[in-house]
């Protein structure tokens, strides 16, 4: 412990802890503060001369405050920055089953026309494309590469709020980023496929990764990190010129928005319960089968 003695003709410092003792040398060496060295009773003393006292005084306590909570504790565990789920493979594997059948039976049904992304249509009132255009493919190479851009970023957004929750959310911002498409085009714009969902999911897990490095007081510096890999994973995969850039964009956007509304709910104990994520995978499940159902009633 440092003890600070003071009277008229000098001051002096002493401490049972030798590194502590020697850290104020230096400071007051690097100050010009003179001293010398004397020892009482096992303990060793600085003596500063009475001239220099309410300076060493000074300088002391600046010291003290600026290193109280030196050295940092160590960061705490952190999850880590993908948390795989088999619910989102089995939404996969359901999603390729489903792009077999589009291709079976489309001599007696179009579904790319039925459930297509049609700007000008979204825009009059069939909303249920908003939706059922996410499920649709034009081949194997297209659903493959969704495939995987999934999956791995549904994995970044479950670690945070988990699996049925997950792709709930990635379902309502994929859908506000389709919507969000057809106000920007209007008309002459068609689409199909899941890729808004894989930029979605990546907007949601950065965001929500924002909240782990704000938790940890000396990450908080490093805030924006997750947000800006995020950016850059997006302009390294969602910017190619043969793409739909703007629902990538609108996509991307979506997730962050509602996962910056979402925040609250991050991490928070309640999410484990397996009701909770049972009831928002059944919502998941409902909205894309009605939105089919929509569709498909369109024709009678």
């Known amino acids: 412990m440092l003890e600070f003695l003071r009277n008229d003709e000098a001051a002096l410092i002493q401490s049972n802890i030798a590194q502590e003792l020697h850290e104020i040398e230096l400071l007051f060496l690097a100050r010009r503060i003179p001293f010398s060295l004397q020892g009482e009773e096992g303990k060793t003393q600085l003596v500063i001369p009475g001239s220099y006292v309410a300076f060493a005084q000074a300088e002391l306590q600046a010291y003290i405050e600026e290193n109280q909570d030196w050295p940092p504790p160590a960061p705490a565990e952190t999850s880590p ?15 390729t089953f489903f792009h077999r059948q589009t291709q079976l039976y489309r001599p007696s049904f179009s579904w790319q026309e039925q459930g297509a992304f049609v700007a000008e249509k979204v825009i009059s009132g069939e ?10 493919h034009v081949d194997d190479a297209h659903l493959l590469s969704n495939f995987f851009g999934l999956l791995l970023f549904a994995a970044g957004v479950n670690q945070f709020v988990g699996p049925g929750i997950s792709l ?3 379902l309502l911002s994929a859908g506000l980023g389709n919507w969000s498409n057809a106000l920007f085009y209007q008309i002459n714009h068609n689409s199909i496929g899941a890729s808004t969902a894989v930029f979605a999911a990546l907007g949601l897990a950065g965001t929500f990764r924002v909240k782990s490095y704000w938790q940890q007081k000396y990450e908080r510096r ?31 956007f979506s997730g962050v928005l509602l996962g910056l509304c979402s925040l609250p709910l991050v991490d928070k104990s309640f999410l484990q319960s397996k009701f909770l994520q049972g009831t928002a995978f059944s919502l ?8 089919w159902q929509v569709q498909i009633h369109l024709l009678s």
């Open 81 to 95: 920055a993908f948390q795989f789920s088999s619910l989102h493979l089995l939404v996969m594997l359901f999603l």
């Open 127 to 136: 909303y249920a494309r908003l939706i059922t255009a996410l499920t649709l």
């Open 168 to 170: 709930l959310l990635i």
């Open 222 to 252: 490093k805030l924006f990190v997750p947000l800006v890999a995020s950016l850059g994973v997006f302009a390294l995969l969602g910017t190619s010129p043969q793409t739909d850039v703007m629902a990538h964009f609108f996509g991307f």
């Open 284 to 291: 998941f499940a409902a909205v894309i089968f009605a939105a």
